[in-house]
């Protein structure tokens, strides 16, 4: 059984930093997908950032490109997302998911970003 459980969320002023940490377990390491996504009330799930380690590669939604990195760890069993330059419309919900759909997803951790 898969579980994801994410952490590292907070609040935080405009361009600040934060690091997002989802820890899993019942994902077999070659598993290729995995992904970040986020969610603000009244607004619809975005994809923030994909990285898939069968070919070496990671993409990004266009408003957090430059400014995201996503990272995997399979001898941690943990996903990250580094996010500096923080703004105001990145707050959100922010979950991690074993699918590109964003379907398979933990709880969440919530980022809040002031200006």
């Known amino acids: 059984q898969v579980q994801l459980v994410e952490s590292g969320g907070g609040s935080v002023q405009a361009g600040g930093s934060l690091k997002l940490s989802c820890a899993y377990s019942g994902v077999a390491e070659r598993t290729a997908y995995m992904g970040w996504f986020r969610q603000a009330p009244g607004k619809a799930r975005e994809g923030v950032a994909s990285?898939?380690?069968?070919?070496?590669?990671?993409q990004y939604g266009d408003s957090v490109k430059g400014r995201f990195t996503v990272s995997r760890n399979n001898a941690e069993n943990r996903l990250y997302l580094e996010m500096n330059s923080l703004k105001p419309e990145d707050t959100a919900m922010y979950y991690c998911?074993?699918?590109?759909?964003?379907?398979?997803r933990g709880q969440g951790t919530q980022v809040t970003v002031s200006s």
């Open positions: 998911a074993t699918d590109p759909g964003g379907l398979n």
């Open positions: 990285i898939y380690t069968d070919r070496g590669m990671t």
